[in-house]
């Protein structure tokens, strides 16, 4: 594995209560996804796919928006943000995972299928930005709905 998907799959393991054991058994098992807390490391807030898709093309008009997953099966986008940002978070139709939740997430290195990374986590720790995430719904939203 390269060094940089290395770091990356080292810090997603940081969350886990025992990271070492974590990403060893994640490594044995073939990379298939895993459960991790947040509230930890990181919070989550998993939004519709067809809002959650339009968001991150606003979001990538800038560089590094930080980790985001779609999850096919679910129909979901989930933004992976600064903990504590599920504790104030107000939004309609946007799930908030803070800490006491729990988020599948797959390998940074594994195939794209039914969960996936859109943006993989590039291990510095790098988080998708609050204020900037919600501009970016309210943007990809007003498009949405056809508004100027």
Known sequence: ??????????????AAPDP???LRDWERTGRRP??????????ALLTPATLGNPTLDALARLPGPGPVLLDRTA??????V???????WIGSGIRALGHGSRL????????????????P?????RLVDPRRLELALH??????TGLP
């Open 104 to 119: 599948a997430v797959p390998h940074p290195d594994a195939p794209g299928h039914g969960l996936t990374w859109l943006v």
């Open 1 to 14: 594995m390269p060094p940089a998907e290395r770091t990356a799959a080292q810090w997603l393991a940081q």
């Open 82 to 88: 600064p903990t504590g940002t599920a504790d104030s």
């Open 75 to 80: 129909g979901t986008v989930t933004f992976l």
């Open 139 to 144: 943007d990809a939203a007003a498009r949405l």
């Open 34 to 43: 895993a459960v991790l807390p947040t509230g930890c490391r990181w919070d």
């Open 20 to 22: 070492y054991t974590f």
């Open 121 to 125: 986590p590039d291990g510095t720790g």
